[in-house]
């Protein structure tokens, strides 16, 4: 079945520097690959999703990455603010097999320093 | 706010004792998931709904367990004679359907067993 790795467990970082967290996949056939913030208390929260027809996407600050090839993706966060301080989980599904399973990376904690 | 509700937001219960949780969807959702996550783990799957069919299921979802959604809109969950490793937090999300439609996530219960 699908393993997800995720990178690192932790990463401080000061304000408006950025961040970079990176995921690799074990499943060649999964095509979906969501990014959640989960802040303390709360349920995960979508705030970015690429699909493999797609090499790149971005929303403002935050953008994420696909290499097929080699298996991996990354979420980047520039200009870091001390409100982007969370856990942040990367998955991954193949939607054309399994119709539910997203697969979750353990998570990486997320500090940003005022 | 129209998103995924999910009650109660804490339970505390004995070793033994029978638990129900409720989640209400995204009204326009037709699929509904629970996943279950321990401190420190991403979400793991544990069953989704199409309308009112369950149409997968993992096998963390042991025979303790018995999910519902009666009429397509609400869910409940129930664990039959809890035990301390159910201790944990219970996710619900919705999304509309197609595979790789974006799931949205509530806020959870925290299920504390003594």
């Known amino acids: 079945g699908e393993n997800v790795e995720q990178h690192p467990s932790t990463l401080s970082v000061q304000e408006g520097d950025s961040a970079v967290i990176k995921c690799t996949y074990s499943?060649?056939?999964?095509?979906?690959f969501p990014w959640y913030k989960q802040e303390l208390g709360k349920g995960p929260q979508l705030i970015i999703d690429i699909r493999s027809n797609v090499g790149e996407k971005k929303d403002q600050r935050i953008a994420v990455t696909l290499n097929k090839t080699a298996k991996h993706f990354s979420l980047h966060i520039t200009e870091t603010q001390p409100e982007d301080s969370a856990v942040y989980f990367c998955a991954a599904m193949n939607y054309g097999g399994s119709q539910g399973n997203l697969i979750f990376g353990k998570g990486t904690k997320l500090s940003v320093k005022p | 706010d129209t998103g995924v509700s999910q009650d109660p937001r804490h339970k505390i219960t004995k070793r033994g004792q029978n638990v129900t949780f409720r989640c209400d969807p995204i009204?326009?959702?037709?699929?509904l998931y629970w996943y279950r996550q321990t401190l420190g783990q991403g979400p793991e799957f544990l069953t989704y709904f199409q309308n009112e069919a369950q149409l997968e299921k993992s096998r963390l979802l042991s025979d303790r367990f018995s999910a519902e959604r009666p009429k397509g809109s609400f869910s409940t969950l129930e664990i039959q004679r809890t035990e301390q490793g159910d201790s944990a937090m219970y996710l619900c999300a919705s999304s509309f359907t197609g595979a790789d439609q974006p799931q949205h996530f509530g806020d959870g219960t925290r299920l504390s067993i003594l």
């Open positions: 499943d060649s056939a999964s095509n979906y």
């Open positions: 009204s326009e959702h037709n699929r």
